[in-house]
């Protein structure tokens, strides 16, 4: 079996052009989508995502504050930028990039935000209301990835998905909507002492470990989709997941490549996320 890829550029050009007209629509009823952007320092990864991050912005629409700041900045002018933001009726939702600087408390920042403009769903009252089935925004990974499977008209109930990671970022996020979804889920980590064993078992897996060949094609059950979340650099410093791609593809039904996979789908939910506050707004 070959598997079919699934084209993460395609997916998020036909959800980003969902997004700009839903733009076009809430502007013409007085509202007009507004997402800021926060980078501290200059960590040149961090740079290219809040780049693109904008870039994306402007194509469908929404408009975007970007604030670069001094590494030096403090925490407490942090906060109070956040803080500002919070107040500010043009802006519908708040990005600060992570990493921040190591004087900087990440968790004091992120939880400074106010729940209704966190639209990268990493406060704790977005964590919360995904683990309670609330309404709530979902991280961007992960639902990125949930609507890779919805795409291609993926079923979950049932199913045996498998999680490699346990981040708050994407691993557990993910667990979380595969089991909303009524897919039986198990999270593997760094202590799991037989990957493979679970992996085997699995008819969906999602591997978000930040690390090359995590999953290779002894590991993975005939027929099962693979979503690779991994964003690596191998030997030639070319761009790979943390899947063995061409190994995988040769087992796998479905399959999502590096780069052309989740990594677009996480700019495509945070446009969504923004405007779905926007459509609160309008509607409060
Ligand atoms: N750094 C790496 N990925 C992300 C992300 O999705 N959001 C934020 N805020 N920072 C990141």
């Known amino acids: 079996m070959t598997a079919s890829i699934i084209d993460g550029n395609a997916l998020s050009a036909l959800l980003r052009q969902q997004v700009t007209d839903q733009v076009k629509a809430l502007q013409a009823r007085g509202v007009n989508p507004g997402l800021a952007v926060i980078l ?53 939702g708040i990005l600060v990039q992570l990493p921040l600087p190591a004087h900087i408390n990440a968790e004091k920042v992120i939880e400074a935000i106010a729940p209704e403009k966190d639209v990268d769903g990493f406060h704790v009252a977005s964590a919360g209301a995904l683990m309670t089935g609330l309404p709530g925004y979902w991280p961007c990974t992960p639902h990125g990835c949930m609507k890779m499977l919805e795409h291609i008209g993926y079923s979950l109930r049932g199913k045996h998905a498998v999680v490699i990671g346990r981040s708050n970022i994407v691993g557990k996020p993910m667990a979380l909507m595969l089991l909303q979804a009524h897919a039986t889920v198990t999270i593997c980590h760094s202590a799991t002492p037989d990957l493979k064993a679970h992996t085997l078992q699995a008819d969906v897996i999602v591997a978000a470990v930040g690390k090359r060949n995590v999953l290779t094609a002894d590991m993975v059950k005939p027929g099962a989709v693979v979503i690779d979340v991994g964003m690596n650099r191998d030997d030639e410093g070319k761009l790979c997941g943390d899947v063995d791609y061409e190994g995988v593809k040769q087992v796998a039904s479905y399959i999502t490549p590096v780069p052309g996979g989740v990594g677009p789908m996480t700019i495509t939910m945070l446009l ?7 459509e609160q707004h309008a509607a409060s």
């Open 40 to 92: 501290v320092g200059d960590n040149p990864a961090s740079q290219v995502y809040v780049r693109n991050k904008v870039k994306a912005c402007e194509q469908t629409g929404i408009h975007s504050l970007l604030e670069k700041h001094d590494a030096a900045m403090t925490e407490a002018e942090l906060l109070a930028r956040v803080h500002a933001l919070n107040q500010d009726k043009q802006i519908h």
């Open 272 to 278: 969504v996320n923004t405007l779905a506050s926007a």
